[in-house]
């Protein structure tokens, strides 16, 4: 049996993918992976997902310079969820320009943003057509 196939994909062909710092543990981003996508995460060992909006792959970091570089790959106990440990290079991961997605904390009946903008997006993806 393919590696692959031990992987319960939903009714879109899709497995939810939780990109992890492998140095402190936290969560950077969640997205989507197909087949095609993990199989070539695992083979380039950087991050490469799947768009639903855009109806195709995506090279995490692309066009923002921001690659997720593997360390490792990990199934969950149902092998309905893949997390990879990655290494964040340029320590955005988000394409808000903070270093995590999941800068929002529910406090009070509301979400607080509690985490600083690292770089303006506007300027991040600017440089990337410039290059």
Known sequence: MNWLDEIKWNADGLVPAIAQDYQTGRILMMAWM????LALTAQENRAIYWSRSRGKLWRKG???GHIQKLHELR???DADVVVLMV???GGIACHTGRH???YRVFENGEWKTVEPVLKD????YAERKHE
């Not at 997006?121 to 991040?124: D, F, L, N, S, Y």
């Open 34 to 37: 197909n087949r095609e996508a």
């Open 62 to 64: 692309e066009e923002s």
């Open 75 to 77: 199934l969950d106990c």
């Open 87 to 89: 290494e964040q290079l």
């Open 100 to 102: 995590s997605c999941f």
């Open 121 to 124: 997006p506007h300027a991040i």
